[in-house]
Protein backbone atom coordinates (compact mmCIF):
# COMPACT_ATOMS: atom_id res chain seq x y z
CA UNK A 1 0.00 0.00 0.00
CA UNK A 2 1.26 3.19 -0.63
CA UNK A 3 -0.62 4.93 2.75
CA UNK A 4 -3.38 6.24 1.53
CA UNK A 5 -6.65 6.29 3.22
CA UNK A 6 -8.98 3.25 2.11
CA UNK A 7 -12.88 4.08 1.39
CA UNK A 8 -15.19 1.69 1.04
CA UNK A 9 -16.39 0.57 -2.62
CA UNK A 10 -18.36 -2.25 -2.91
CA UNK A 11 -19.02 -5.77 -1.16
CA UNK A 12 -18.85 -9.31 -2.93
CA UNK A 13 -19.07 -12.68 -2.00
CA UNK A 14 -16.65 -15.67 -0.94
CA UNK A 15 -17.01 -19.19 -0.70
CA UNK A 16 -15.87 -20.53 2.78
CA UNK A 17 -15.26 -24.12 3.15
CA UNK A 18 -15.63 -25.82 6.23
CA UNK A 19 -15.54 -29.39 7.61
CA UNK A 20 -16.88 -31.94 5.77
CA UNK A 21 -16.72 -29.97 2.19
CA UNK A 22 -19.78 -27.39 3.97
CA UNK A 23 -19.81 -23.97 1.81
CA UNK A 24 -20.88 -21.01 3.25
CA UNK A 25 -20.79 -17.65 1.25
CA UNK A 26 -19.24 -14.71 3.34
CA UNK A 27 -19.79 -11.06 2.18
CA UNK A 28 -16.65 -9.19 2.33
CA UNK A 29 -15.89 -5.56 2.05
CA UNK A 30 -13.81 -4.04 -1.01
CA UNK A 31 -11.33 -0.84 0.02
CA UNK A 32 -10.17 1.13 -2.96
CA UNK A 33 -6.72 3.30 -2.03
CA UNK A 34 -7.70 7.12 -2.44
CA UNK A 35 -3.86 7.23 -3.44
CA UNK A 36 -2.97 4.68 -5.97
CA UNK A 37 -6.47 3.31 -6.62
CA UNK A 38 -5.49 -0.10 -5.99
CA UNK A 39 -8.16 -2.38 -4.57
CA UNK A 40 -8.19 -4.51 -1.39
CA UNK A 41 -10.11 -7.08 0.30
CA UNK A 42 -11.30 -6.54 4.06
CA UNK A 43 -10.90 -10.77 5.20
CA UNK A 44 -12.18 -11.55 8.58
CA UNK A 45 -10.43 -13.63 10.57
CA UNK A 46 -12.47 -16.93 9.58
CA UNK A 47 -10.71 -16.45 6.27
CA UNK A 48 -7.48 -17.29 5.10
CA UNK A 49 -5.97 -14.95 1.80
CA UNK A 50 -6.05 -17.01 -1.55
CA UNK A 51 -7.51 -20.14 0.41
CA UNK A 52 -11.08 -21.20 0.34
CA UNK A 53 -11.12 -23.32 3.90
CA UNK A 54 -11.46 -21.42 6.49
CA UNK A 55 -9.24 -21.10 8.87
CA UNK A 56 -9.50 -23.02 11.44
CA UNK A 57 -9.86 -26.42 8.97
CA UNK A 58 -6.34 -25.13 7.69
CA UNK A 59 -4.96 -24.74 11.44
CA UNK A 60 -6.47 -28.32 12.58
CA UNK A 61 -4.90 -30.03 9.23
CA UNK A 62 -1.42 -28.17 9.97
CA UNK A 63 -1.73 -29.43 13.61
CA UNK A 64 -2.86 -32.92 13.00
CA UNK A 65 -5.91 -32.11 15.23
CA UNK A 66 -8.27 -34.40 12.67
CA UNK A 67 -11.49 -36.20 13.17
CA UNK A 68 -12.30 -39.55 11.08
CA UNK A 69 -15.20 -37.77 9.95
CA UNK A 70 -13.15 -35.09 8.32
CA UNK A 71 -10.68 -37.30 6.11
CA UNK A 72 -12.55 -36.45 2.91
CA UNK A 73 -11.51 -32.40 4.20
CA UNK A 74 -8.35 -33.67 5.12
CA UNK A 75 -7.01 -34.81 1.72
CA UNK A 76 -8.56 -31.77 -0.20
CA UNK A 77 -6.44 -29.89 1.91
CA UNK A 78 -3.13 -31.23 3.08
CA UNK A 79 -1.81 -29.86 0.46
CA UNK A 80 -2.39 -26.49 1.77
CA UNK A 81 0.14 -27.21 4.97
CA UNK A 82 2.94 -27.21 2.30
CA UNK A 83 2.08 -23.84 1.06
CA UNK A 84 1.52 -22.04 4.48
CA UNK A 85 4.15 -20.17 5.75
CA UNK A 86 4.97 -20.87 9.49
Known sequence: ??????????SRKRICRMYGGKKCQIKIRRLKCTGC????????????????????VIENVVDE?????????????VSLSAELPL
Not at 1 to 10: S, V, Y
Not at 47 to 56: F, N, Q, R, T, W
Request: negative net charge; contains cysteine.
Open 1 to 10: MCGGKLQHRD
Open 37 to 56: GTLHNELPSILVPHKHYASE
Open 65 to 77: VVTPDDEITEDRI
